[in-house]
Every structure is written in structure tokens, then in C-alpha cells.
């Protein structure tokens, strides 16, 4: 069965300093990848995903993600943070035979300090 | 991009009465339909997957006799939290399964904070 593990829970990162953010899964057919961002009392809102194609994709707010195939890994990174980064952030996995069910992992709580 | 919309997004109950929420895909048709359950500090758990015109599939411990799911029409799920008692007080949140895409994509609503007393 298909499991998804983000390494840290909390994440403490000063102002303009890059982060990363560890995601690794496990599953034995192809997958999709998705990293979701959460504020206080909101929904999730899609920061990016992986289908196919290029393994490194990129949002529009400077996020990065990279899809190793190797290492089950799609980790998030950023150069440089803001104090406006601050959110919960979900890993998730979905396989493509499982009808579009996501796995989350258990999420990773960055926080940005000046 | 695709819009989900959840109603309401607070509310607060007494003990042993039922509690609906409404899940709508606003600009697109969803066939199915995601509900999950989110603890304070804690990850998504998915409850059930809810499907236009048939029964609900619910994941293994989830009661479906407590949380009845209704999938109506390609743009409306509702979840009903029956004989809501405290451990029910929870952030629920739904999702709806884009037909429009070549791929899967789940678009989630903003969710709705039930709190029993």
C-alpha cells in the first residue's frame, strides 16, 4: 500500500534563508505528486505537482519541487522565504489506478521568523 | 482554476443533534467527491469517497451510519454528522475530482469547523 513520510514536523527558518522540506513515498506503480500549502482555518490550496515530464517543477511564488524516482523522494524547496510562507505543508501521493485518492502525509509546519 | 465551495464554513451544535454540510463544485461537474477530517495539528484523513448517483465508499473505521453522504447531483455532496457528540468536533474538509483534466485533480473547499458541545 501506497504511504507518504515528511521527515519534519516543524520547520523553524529565518527570514530570506532557503528551506527544504522533505517528502518521500512508497509505491510500487507510477505515481502523481502534490505538494499543498494550508493557512490558519483554510482549505488546501495546490503549490505544485508532478504528472510526468520534467522531473523539477515550479510555482509561481519561487517553490520548488523535485521528483526522484531512485529515492521515492519530492522534496519542496525554497531559495529564499518569507514571513508570508509561514502554512502547514502537505505532501501527497496519488496513484494513478486509485481514482484520483490522495495519501497525505502527516505535513510539516514551516515557520518564517524576521 | 476550479472553484469548491463548503457551507457553512463554522458550526457549533449540542450533543446528539445532526449537523449538515454542503460540498459545491461551482464552475465544474464532479462525479466524485472527496471528505475528509483534519485534527488540529494533524494530517487529512480521508473518510469517503462519494460518487454522483450511488453509495458512498467509506475508508476502514469510518462509521456510515454517523456520517451519511449524499452525492446528488455532479455539483453537490453533502455529509451529515448524525447524533454529533464531542469527539466529532473537527475541521472537515471536502474535495471534487475535476472532470475537465486529463489527469486526476482534486480542487478542496475551505472547509467547515464543527464543534460539538
Known amino acids: 500500500a501506497q504511504s507518504v513520510t515528511q521527515l519534519d514536523s516543524q520547520v523553524p527558518v529565518f527570514e530570506e534563508a532557503p528551506v527544504e522540506l522533505r517528502c518521500n513515498y512508497s509505491s510500487s506503480v507510477s505515481v502523481y505528486l502534490f505538494w499543498y500549502v494550508q493557512y490558519p482555518n483554510q482549505g488546501l490550496q495546490l503549490l505544485l505537482k508532478y504528472l510526468s515530464g520534467s522531473t523539477l517543477v515550479e510555482s509561481i511564488n519561487g517553490f520548488e519541487a523535485e521528483f526522484n524516482k531512485s529515492q521515492t523522494s519530492f522534496h519542496l524547496r525554497k531559495p529564499s522565504v518569507h514571513i508570508s510562507d509561514t502554512a502547514e505543508y502537505f505532501c501527497?501521493?496519488?496513484?494513478?489506478?486509485?481514482?484520483?485518492?490522495?495519501?497525505f502525509g502527516q505535513g510539516t509546519e514551516l515557520s518564517v521568523k524576521p | 482554476g476550479a472553484v469548491v465551495s463548503q457551507h457553512p464554513s463554522r458550526v457549533i451544535c449540542k450533543s446528539g443533534t445532526s449537523v449538515k454540510i454542503e460540498c459545491r463544485s461551482l464552475?465544474?461537474?464532479?462525479?466524485?467527491m472527496f471528505w475528509y477530517r483534519q485534527f488540529p495539528k494533524q494530517s487529512l484523513m480521508l473518510m469517503a469517497t462519494s460518487n454522483e448517483g450511488s453509495k458512498a465508499t467509506y475508508e476502514q473505521g469510518v462509521e456510515k451510519d454517523k456520517f451519511l453522504i449524499n452525492h446528488a447531483s455532479l455539483t453537490l455532496s453533502t455529509l451529515t454528522v448524525t447524533s454529533a457528540h464531542p469527539e466529532d468536533s473537527s475541521f472537515y474538509i471536502c474535495?471534487?475530482?475535476?472532470?475537465?483534466?486529463?489527469?486526476?485533480?482534486?480542487?478542496f473547499g475551505p472547509g467547515t469547523r464543527l464543534t460539538v458541545l
Open positions: 464552475d465544474f461537474q464532479a462525479t466524485t
Open positions: 501527497a501521493v496519488s496513484e494513478g489506478n486509485q481514482g484520483g485518492k490522495l495519501i
Open positions: 474535495s471534487a475530482l475535476s472532470l475537465m483534466k486529463t489527469y486526476n485533480e482534486q480542487f
